[in-house]
């Protein structure tokens, strides 16, 4: 398992776009921390600023270039048909599967605390008297679980279609586009079911502003959790 | 390390790739793998590698693979030339390789070298030649020093020069008591390569025998001899149920070695002047055997 894991983590670090995906998404989350903190601070350095105000430099912005990142990991395997090379080399699919996956959240999960470090430097940089960053633990805590999903179903999503730009594209456009124009168009008899829209619910869900609203994270994992069986089943089964 | 598979078996749908094919590759050989295009040929070594699902079983030395703990130590294999990132430097994507079975940094700076690739080693292989990608390829087969290789058209692209060091290079891996397993469409590197034949078509063994064998067996048995008693000696053989002729002082017989017309003339009393097998190469038998058996034809209709 520990080769496996090598073997992921070169993957990984051998390929320049992980680390540009990764720098880039630290500086645009970063650089909006830092807009949003001198609007603030043109009129007055804001004082007892809390990390969960810039929730929205997170959610989604980071989300998506994590989830690039994400959809890379099958999706270079199936576009250059390197998943041969590593089923031949690793033929343990399962451990294949999962090694890879908990690589991912891993690198993931650093490169989100690195981030939040950045911008919570910023933010004791740029105001006075900032609220500690554990007033917003619970606000940090809900964006990482949207992460850690929205990002787990990129990668589910490549690995059944076997199509890398598939996985970026369908969580955001879902996200940001379709959820919301469909809820828009949505026959009264039927408004019931935007509740259940998954990730347009989730991401309210993240919000600091939307603490006691009604929108759920609960959609989302459920579709994770589908994603989750149907991926796993087709890695297991389909040629390689 | 000997290998067999057995009852390998693979359909896309109603069509047949891999029917029922059982063999056994040898220690110290080097086994070629031999099918027109579309008989199954890549779907059988990606079947062996567990890549593909299909029925039958690949056993190496008496296991699967997957029962081994460091795999890439048991098979090698090359199964197409650009299995690689196009981004990822050749000594990274050997690196990689490496992991599964702690094959230490020297090794890969050694392999690199040995495949000539050492001032590419830091470079992306998206510009690779065909001749490099292949070579690279090699490299991840053979870092880890398997005792067993699955080759899928290794010499494709390569130079003349490279593709001569190939088969000096697989004919030494072989000697050291590992067993090569070579597919290839150059009929006449593979007849200098081989020990053994492999031959499927439409997904179905049609031979698995020694080189020489193979040959000897699908020549359509072509013996000349030469006489000084010619039409005593063509009396003699048509007697015997040979089929033979007179042409340019020569008599053509149908026939599978030279011992027998030899000893046919020498207990008529002819004198032999000449005597040789008119051999077949790989090349004319192959194509006589698998004449009718192509998947897909070129030429339009017949």
């Known amino acids: 398992m520990i ?28 650089g909006i921390g830092f807009l949003a903190l001198d609007t603030f601070g043109s009129v007055a350095r804001p004082t007892g600023f809390e990390f969960s105000s810039l929730i929205p430099a997170f959610v989604p912005v980071w989300t998506v270039w994590a989830a690039t990142l994400a959809s890379q990991a099958f999706g270079h395997d199936y576009r250059h048909g390197t998943i041969r ?21 891993i690198w993931c999960a650093i490169w989100l605390a690195v981030t939040i470090l950045i911008v919570n430097a910023e933010i004791a940089a740029f105001t006075y008297q900032p609220a500690p960053l554990s007033d917003s633990y619970a606000a940090i805590g809900k964006m990482v679980a949207f992460n850690a999903l929205f990002i787990l179903t990129s990668m589910f999503i490549v690995l059944i279609t076997r199509v890398l730009a598939l996985g970026v594209v369908i969580p955001l456009m879902m996200a940001s586009v379709v959820e919301n124009i469909v809820a828009l168009m949505m026959p009264e008899k039927f408004k019931w079911s935007i ?46 | 390390m000997k290998v067999e598979a057995t009852n390998l078996a693979k359909s896309f749908g109603s ?12 220690e110290g050989s080097v ?9 199954g040929k890549s779907t059988t070594l990606r079947l062996m590698m567990g890549l593909d699902h299909g029925s039958g079983q690949t056993l190496f030395d008496g296991k699967p693979l997957g029962q081994y703990k460091y795999v890439t130590k048991v098979v090698g294999t090359h199964l197409d030339a650009k299995l690689f990132h196009p981004n990822r430097t050749a000594r990274d994507h050997l690196r990689m390789i490496a992991t599964e079975s702690g094959v230490s940094k020297k090794r890969v700076d050694e392999v690199l070298e040995l495949m000539g690739l050492q001032d590419v080693a830091k470079k992306r292989p998206k510009g690779f030649s065909l001749g490099m990608a292949q070579r690279l390829g090699l490299a991840g087969a053979v870092l880890a020093e398997p005792n067993v290789l699955f080759l899928d058209e290794p010499a494709n692209g390569l130079d003349p020069a490279t593709i001569h060091w190939l088969r000096d290079f697989i004919r ?17 590197e593979m007849e200098l390569m081989a020990d053994d034949l492999i031959v499927i078509a439409k997904g179905k063994l049609i031979a698995n025998e020694s080189m020489e064998s193979f040959i000897r067996k ?11 008693q010619s039409a005593n000696l063509l009396n003699v053989l048509h007697s015997k149920g040979f089929s033979a ?52 034809e070129t030429g339009g209709q017949k």
Do not use: C
């Open chain 1, 85 to 105: 090379l590593t089923l031949s080399t690793f033929p343990n699919r399962l451990a294949v599967y999962f090694v890879r996956v908990m690589t991912v959240l």
């Open chain 2, 218 to 228: 699908n020549s359509g048995g072509k013996i000349q001899v030469r006489v000084d």
């Open chain 2, 31 to 39: 086994t070629g793998f031999l099918g027109p295009n579309g008989s």
């Open chain 1, 195 to 240: 509740e259940y829209f998954p990730y347009s619910n989730a991401m309210s869900w993240a919000m600091p502003w939307n603490e006691g609203g009604t929108q759920s994270i609960t959609p989302l994992v459920v579709l994770t959790a589908a994603l989750f069986v149907i991926s796993l089943v087709m890695f297991k089964k389909r040629d390689a």
């Open chain 2, 245 to 296: 002729q007179e042409n340019n002082g020569w008599i053509q017989v149908a026939a599978n070695d030279t011992d027998t017309i030899g000893h046919i003339a020498f207990e008529s009393g002819i004198r032999v002047l000449e005597l040789s097998e008119n051999r077949d190469s790989l090349e004319t038998t192959f194509l006589r055997l698998t004449d009718d058996q192509q998947e897909f």
């Open chain 1, 3 to 30: 080769r496996l894991f090598k073997y992921e983590f070169l993957r990984i670090t051998s390929l320049r776009s992980s680390w540009v995906l990764t720098i880039l998404g630290t500086l645009m989350v970063a």
């Open chain 2, 172 to 188: 030494k891996y072989a000697a050291m008591g590992n067993s090569v397993l070579v597919s290839s469409h150059l009929l006449s």
């Open chain 2, 15 to 26: 069509k047949k790739a891999v029917d029922d094919l059982s063999f056994t590759l040898n």
